[in-house]
């Protein structure tokens, strides 16, 4: 099932920002409205790099879009870059995660996991371990690169 960009959009609106903002709230201690301005940046980004992923025909994952995208306006080269760093910084790292979660549940079809292996599991464990392991060393890479400590 192909999801059209309005659904899209109602999908971004509605669980990444939300659940973003109350997860920030509850885990962070950070009000609601210091982290709407953060929130707001980072779906932009996640939006406009889906909107990039449908319109350029290359068999691409759209989140490679949105990460460039991020990269690219958070990076010193950015105009935007300073905003972009002191907004999303009052926003916690858990939680986006936390909407991550709500996304995978939203596209869980029980029936279709139950007929896949326990090995699946294992899988899964290791495609989210070296994600986070090759996010780690890029950006302990950048950051010595830049030194930002």
Do not use: H
Request: glycine share 6%; net charge positive; charged share 10%.
């Amino acid at each position: 099932m192909v999801m059209s960009m309005r659904d899209w959009t109602v999908s971004l609106l509605l669980t990444s920002v939300v659940t973003t903002i109350i997860a920030n709230l509850i885990g962070n201690d950070m009000s609601v409205i210091e982290s709407i301005p953060g929130v707001l940046i980072l779906s932009t980004i996640a939006f406009l790099g889906i909107l990039i992923g449908k319109c350029i025909p290359l068999k691409i994952p759209a989140i490679v879009y949105v990460v460039l995208l991020g990269l690219i306006l958070a990076s010193p080269i950015s105009a935007v870059s300073k905003p972009i760093i002191d907004y999303t910084a009052k926003i916690s790292f858990m939680a986006p995660i936390t909407v991550v979660g709500t996304m995978a549940g939203i596209g869980l079809d029980f029936k279709s996991f139950r007929s896949q292996s326990w090995k699946m599991i294992i899988i899964a464990i290791l495609v989210y371990t070296g994600t986070f392991l090759t996010q780690a060393v890029f950006a302990e890479t950048f950051i010595r690169i830049t030194n930002a400590f």
